[in-house]
């Protein structure tokens, strides 16, 4: 992804690339347009032809079912988190650029040139996860008045084990940051939030505050640290021994110095609710990443009433390529019924992964 700025002086400028639908054009500084390397033909045809040629730009309304979308953006923040790596992040996307928001008024938006301002009237055009943030917590806002009995990590289980991994176009979500190639969990997630479906899950992954509490002791955080945190001392780090907090999402390491070949197994236990019908089965579907072998056990759930809970575990044999790779897959749970499938990403990735990650597969 290019960003067009830093032009000034110009009374308007055509922009031509490849691909105008991964250039970035929040950041344009003069008036200007973008059309493709095949349109750029006829617009040299039309100098030639003319002694005197003339060009005009007239905006237009939002043109929708035109681009694909959604797609990662370059400029997003990207896991694992290296405070936490065990905790697979980010947990999901949302839509966070070019958003239309409100702005203050009368307040500049753009330089035209080196000395002309345009004002916002109110509303301006914004890039970032400060854009998205809000997309994210206004869902989680919903689902909390729908379901005002859930908890705050049932809300974001239902949010990413119903979210997309395909485009408008039904192929895979592409990452702008990785030349366009498909988006791995560690720059999306578990997908694009999709609220409706949110709202029906199926199953979720809930744990208790003396839950991630057992993560903090887990990370060596001191008493204090955690009573800053939790702002209460009713908690305490008994038999917290385990990062392997029940999230609806799998990550295992391996360092990509060790002589390729060598295999590593890591091991989870999940509990899934059954915030669906009374009475439900469900059966899983492993889509292993390249590379690895993933076994999970039962391969079948049943539930005879709302809100029971069933116990699985998932075990993930990995070992280093010697490239260093980040290889992803998936394990579905599929109601028999067909209503629901309550997914959870996969990833195997290199130690060296609490930085950036650039090589997926």
């Excluded at 909390?144 to 239902?158: F, K, L």
């Excluded at 999402?249 to 890591?266: E, I, R, W």
């Excluded at 897959?329 to 950036?356: L, N």
Aim: proline share 6%; hydrophobic share 40%; charged share 15%.
């Amino acid at each position: 992804m290019r960003a067009i700025s830093g032009v000034t002086n110009l009374a308007g400028a055509i922009f031509v690339s490849k691909d105008p639908s991964r250039v970035d054009l929040e950041s344009m500084s003069c008036p200007g347009v973008l059309i493709s390397t095949m349109e750029l033909a006829t617009v040299i045809d039309y100098i030639k032809s003319s002694d005197n040629p003339i060009g005009a730009i007239k905006f237009r309304q939002t043109v929708t079912g035109k681009d694909v979308a959604p797609s990662v953006a370059g400029y997003t923040s990207r896991g694992p988190s290296p405070n936490c790596p065990a905790i697979l992040k980010p947990d999901v996307m949302a839509p966070g650029s070019l958003v239309l928001a409100s702005w203050i008024p009368n307040g500049s938006t753009a330089l035209v040139g080196k000395n002309m301002l345009l004002t916002s009237e109110g509303f301006n055009l914004i890039s970032g996860t400060s854009m998205a943030c809000p997309h994210a917590s206004g869902v989680a806002a919903m689902l909390r008045g729908v379901h005002p009995e859930w908890s705050h990590a049932a809300i974001r289980s239902a949010m990413m084990t119903t979210a997309a991994q395909l485009d408008s176009s039904m192929m895979p979500i592409k990452d702008f940051g990785l030349n366009y190639t498909a988006a791995s969990p560690l720059a999306m997630g578990a997908g694009h939030m999709m609220p409706n479906k949110a709202m029906d899950p199926g199953l979720v992954y809930d744990a208790t505050p003396q839950e991630y509490v057992s993560l903090l002791c887990s990370m060596n955080f001191t008493r204090n640290q955690i009573m800053t945190i939790t702002r209460s001392n009713e908690y305490d780090c008994a038999n917290s021994s385990s990062l392997d907090l029940n999230y609806p999402s799998f990550v295992a390491f391996y360092d990509k110095n060790v002589t390729t070949g060598a295999m590593l197994t890591h091991k989870f236990r999940r509990v899934v609710t059954n915030v669906g019908a009374a009475t439900a089965s469900y059966e899983v579907k492993v889509a292993p990443p390249v590379g690895v072998k993933v076994a999970v056990w039962p391969q079948r759930l049943v539930f005879g009433k709302k809100n029971e809970q069933r116990d699985y575990f998932v075990e993930i044999t990995y070992g280093s390529d010697g490239e260093g790779m980040v290889s992803h897959g998936s394990i579905v749970w599929v109601e028999e019924s067909g209503k629901h499938t309550v997914r959870s990403p996969i990833v195997v990735a290199p130690t060296s992964s609490a930085g950036s990650v650039w090589m997926h597969v």
